[in-house]
């Protein structure tokens, strides 16, 4: 035994070895690996056999190992298990996030078997050799690439992409959509971005760009986002005549991009086995099955490149009935409240029922709606129809006995006829009394569509006078008239108004006109009333009479002016009533009168009121004027505010008043006024008093003050103060003494102005006009027939009369400087001034004006010759000058006494004459041929003597020597 069991443990010890030895050379036998590139979908297809299987059929399981760039960076590790057979060429297909052309991939692949009873199940056979698959070959050595291209990639997924350059770069920039991204380097010539969560933008793609390289090239990719894939909503099928079944659902976000196209729908029947593709994304038709089939059971799938998703229906087909729409739709028998509607639907068998409804439409609201069950044919009775309206008759229909839907409409449109008015117009009037006759304006209401029954054509307006009833006149007013003018022979008239169309006329409106309008109006007083948000609410007392009714009408601003004559109608039980109506307007005040209509028909005035349907704060303030101002008070007035013409009732006024003070007078009150400045202010509340004494102020302060009314919705505008300064106490003392003194010194200027007019009148009186004097035809011209005067440069003196006048007694003249003295008049001297021709020229500087030529003048003696001055004159400067002044100055008779002047005499006045002005008798002898004497003013540069020159002369005139007459 122990030889025999040496044989076996040496024959076991060697056979284990050699079992194991022939184990690991079948599977280390490599296998035949082959690894392919779809670019497309950036996949690695492998392909591999496996050799020596000791089955013919043996489950084996493989590990899978791909490496990135280099063979000991593994970047996915695969275990994979499938029933191998003999000669089988097995497949598996690997995905890429990193686009396989970016970087070189290497695969390898090892396997062992998986069946419980194989020999050698748990033992991995050696791994086969590196496989290495270089997409980059592909590209070559051309510009930079961003890849992968024109890449479609569902929203919110992850995109890898790689920037590939045929030079090493150290850094490259990129945006997306405009936006920055950052990238990571793979190797020198590799850049990889990661865009994590992407979200769809636009149907046509985002774009990617990186900067330019050296040859101006800009790489960069387009890169789609699909929406994601959602389940069909709605999925609903149903027939409208048994032969189509149409299916419709709500696809949701189409996910078709510009470029890749992949969302579609199919419909699969799990009855019959059938499966449809549809060609619309959210419609798809099927045939009725021919063998009756009732019942359908359908799903509906969507797909794209991403995701497939489906929903399912099941429903019996008579359940699914959308009838189609009715058609031949007629109106027949139509009069003026009756009508009649047919209409047709398309059959769906002799033995199913529709139920059809049918509603009638009249100014835009349904006015009957009907049920009724046809089969083939439908009509419908209308009836209690207005007469000239038009309405809308339409009807559509469903299954009556499984309702599933209702089909569209069908309708015509069509009118009734028409038919006389149905109620009488709505009438009221105006009444103005003048010299015994009445002006009536009548108005009323036009009558409403469903009153009218048709076109209102014209209005007829029959008075009648109640004292001669045989007499009556009728007035047809076209339409759309809404009222016209009567003028009534006195004012007891009755009036009927009725409004006529196409078929007849109206009931009349009776309206009866009796008494003088204003004693009524005289007696009633007017009340205030008060709006609010319903209207304007009012109430009266009944009066002791009957009435039949009473009529509120109303009018803005004064009645006697046009406006918009409204009214209302009451029962005869009414008291009271709330006005309201879309005309009011805020802040407008409205004259209100309440009648009764007595059985008669006959309107008396009952009460009157006014007032708003909303109140306004006053529209302006008074213009406040300032009286009696004293040192201590002031008063303020207002009397020309006018308050009806406000929008509200004027309530009262409210006084502000600011000083210096921080203290109210008396009588006010403290104040914030809306700028946030502090003033004082005194409430008036009586709106008639527009008066008010501001009081206990302090004198030379300075004051400022504001009136405001207030009605019951607020105050008036704020505008800004007035400014008023208080005067001293004083000051009306001094306004006391000082005005009877100023009006006295006025007096006394005028008493004087005055004065000195009468005495210029009568002591200078006003030296006569040559022209004008009645002398001039006692001059009787030679030569020359016509009458001149001469300028004095056209003269040449030829002597001077001197009159010496010794002193005397002064002469009292009224304005003389000096008195003459009443000595005896010597006889005058005459002095030859160069006579050159007989005859002497005289000119009166007086007036100068020429003098008529008297002729030719003699010479004068002269005993006295002084000898010539510097101008040819004989005598002394300055006793001329001197001895000239006071004779230029002053009147004859004004000359002082011992002091010689000049003697002003009249050139066509006798010597002998009595004039005041001239010279005694017996002081002038002239010759006979001389009828002029001379008188001159001194020249203004000579009007300057030395007052202690003496001069044997006494009086000089001036000429100038180098003139003469001729």
């Not at 590990?63 to 000669?87: A, D």
């Not at 008759?393 to 409409?409: L, P």
């Not at 006045?909 to 002239?926: C, R, Y």
Request: with cysteine; aromatic share 10%.
């Amino acid at each position: 035994m122990a030889p025999l069991a040496v044989f076996q443990a040496t024959f076991l010890l060697a056979w284990l070895p050699l079992n194991t030895y022939q184990s690991e050379e079948v599977l280390s036998k490599p296998l035949s690996l082959n690894v392919s590139i779809n670019s497309t979908h950036q996949c690695l297809h492998l392909e591999w056999r496996v050799h020596n299987l000791t089955h013919q059929e043996l489950e084996m399981a493989f590990q899978i190992e791909i490496s990135r760039i280099n063979k000991s960076n593994v970047i996915w590790v695969e275990n994979y298990s499938t029933t191998v057979e003999e000669n089988q060429t097995l497949h598996w297909t690997w995905e890429s996030e990193l686009p396989l052309e970016c970087v070189t991939h290497f695969v390898r692949i090892r396997g062992k078997e998986d069946d419980a009873w194989a020999p050698q199940r748990g033992v991995w056979s050696s791994w086969s050799s590196w496989v290495e698959v270089n997409a980059q070959r592909l590209l070559g050595q051309g510009p930079p690439l961003v890849l992968p291209k024109d890449k479609l990639v569902e929203e919110g997924s992850n995109v890898t992409i790689c920037y590939v350059s045929s030079r090493a770069q150290s850094d490259v920039s990129c945006e997306m959509d405009d936006k920055p991204i950052r990238g990571e380097q793979l190797d020198p010539r590799v850049f990889v971005f990661t865009l994590t969560n992407v979200s769809f933008v636009r149907s046509t793609g985002s774009n990617m760009f990186c900067e330019k390289d050296v040859n101006g090239t800009e790489p960069g990719l387009v890169l789609f986002v699909s929406k994601v894939l959602e389940e069909p909503k709605g999925f609903s099928c149903e027939t409208r005549d048994f032969k189509i079944l149409n299916c419709t659902w709500d696809p949701g976000s189409d996910t078709d991009s510009w470029r890749y196209r992949s969302q579609r729908y199919t419909l699969f029947e799990s009855f019959s086995g059938e499966e449809n593709s549809c060609k619309h994304k959210n419609w798809c038709t099927w045939p009725v099955a021919q063998d009756s089939q009732e019942t359908y059971n359908f799903t509906l799938t969507a797909k794209n490149h991403f995701r497939k998703r489906s929903v399912n229906i099941l429903f019996n087909l008579t359940h699914r009935v959308h009838p189609m729409t009715p058609f031949n739709v007629f109106l027949k028998s139509v009069s003026t409240t009756n009508a009649t509607m047919t209409w047709k639907v398309h059959s769906l068998g002799n033995y199913f029922t529709l139920l059809c409804q049918v509603e009638l439409h009249g100014e835009g609201r349904v006015v009957q709606e009907h049920n009724t069950s046809i089969q083939v044919d439908g009509q419908y009775f209308f009836s209690g129809l207005a007469p000239a309206t038009e309405y809308m008759a339409r009807v559509h229909c469903a299954a009556a006995k499984h309702f599933w839907k209702w089909s569209a409409w069908a309708g015509q449109k069509f009118s009734t006829l028409q038919a006389a008015p149905s109620t009488a117009p709505d009438v009221w009037r105006s009444v103005r009394s003048t010299l015994g006759s009445c002006n009536v304006t009548l108005f009323w209401k036009p009558l409403s569509k469903s009153q009218a029954h048709g076109k209102i054509l014209f209005y007829n307006v029959t008075t009648e006078n109640l004292a001669r009833p045989s007499s009556s006149k009728l007035l047809s007013i076209p339409a759309p008239a809404n009222g016209t003018e009567l003028s009534l022979d006195g004012c007891s008239h009755q009036i009927r108004v009725t409004a006529s169309n196409g078929a007849g006329a109206s009931p009349a409106s009776v309206i009866t006109i009796a008494g003088d309008p204003r004693n009524q109006t005289a007696e009633v007083k007017e009340e205030r009333v008060q709006g609010t948000e319903d209207g304007v609410f009012m109430s009266w007392k009944p009066p002791p009479g009957d009435v039949i009714g009473y009529v509120v009408d109303w009018c803005d601003g004064p009645r006697e002016s046009p406006c918009d004559l409204q009214w209302e109608k009451l029962g005869p039980n009414a008291t009271s009533t709330v006005i309201s109506s879309d005309a009011f307007r805020p802040g407008v005040r409205y004259n209100f009168r309440i009648y009764g209509i007595s059985p008669e028909r006959t309107a008396y005035l009952l009460e009157r009121k006014t007032g708003y349907s909303q109140e306004l704060a006053p529209a302006d303030n008074p213009r406040v004027a300032i009286n009696n101002l004293t040192s201590h008070s002031f008063t303020l007035s207002w009397k020309d505010y006018a308050t009806d013409s406000q929008p509200g009732f004027i309530r009262g006024y409210r006084v502000y008043l600011r000083s210096q003070a921080e203290q109210c007078h008396p009588g006010f009150t403290k104040a914030v006024l809306p700028d946030n400045s502090v003033c004082c202010k005194h409430d008036i509340d009586n709106p008639e008093q527009k008066t008010f004494v501001v009081k206990n102020l302090q004198p030379e302060s300075f004051y400022e003050f504001l009136v405001t009314p207030h009605t019951r919705a607020g105050e008036g505008p704020a505008q800004a103060f007035t400014k008023v300064t208080t005067p001293d106490q004083h000051s009306h003392v001094l306004i006391r003494i000082l005005l009877p003194m100023v009006f006295l010194l006025l007096l006394l200027t005028v008493l004087c102005y005055v004065k000195s007019q009468w005495m210029k009148e009568t002591c200078y009186p006003d030296i006569p006009d040559p022209y004008k004097s009645s002398v001039r035809s006692l001059l009787k011209p030679k030569e020359n027939p016509h009458l001149t005067f001469m300028i004095v440069r056209d003269c040449n003196p030829d002597a001077l009369e001197v009159v010496n006048k010794p002193e005397g007694g002064k002469a009292q003249f009224p304005g003389a400087r000096k008195s003459l003295a009443e000595a005896e008049r010597t006889k005058p001297d005459y002095i030859y001034l160069l006579p050159t021709e007989p005859g002497i020229c005289f000119e009166n500087l007086t007036y100068n004006q020429a003098a008529p030529d008297s002729g030719s003048c003699g010479p004068v003696p002269a005993p006295h010759r002084a000898p010539p001055g510097p101008w040819g004159l004989p005598a002394a400067p300055g006793n001329l000058l001197r001895s000239l002044e006071p004779s230029y100055m002053n009147s004859p008779g004004e000359t002082p006494a011992g002091e010689t002047t000049p003697n002003y005499v009249s050139q066509v006045a006798s010597p002998t004459s009595g004039h005041k002005d001239s010279p005694p008798t017996n002081a002038l002898e002239l010759a006979p041929r001389s009828e002029y004497r001379m008188q001159m003013a001194v020249p203004p540069g000579l009007a300057s003597p030395s007052p202690n020159e003496n001069s044997n002369l006494s009086s000089t005139s001036l000429l100038d020597a180098g003139e003469h007459c001729r």
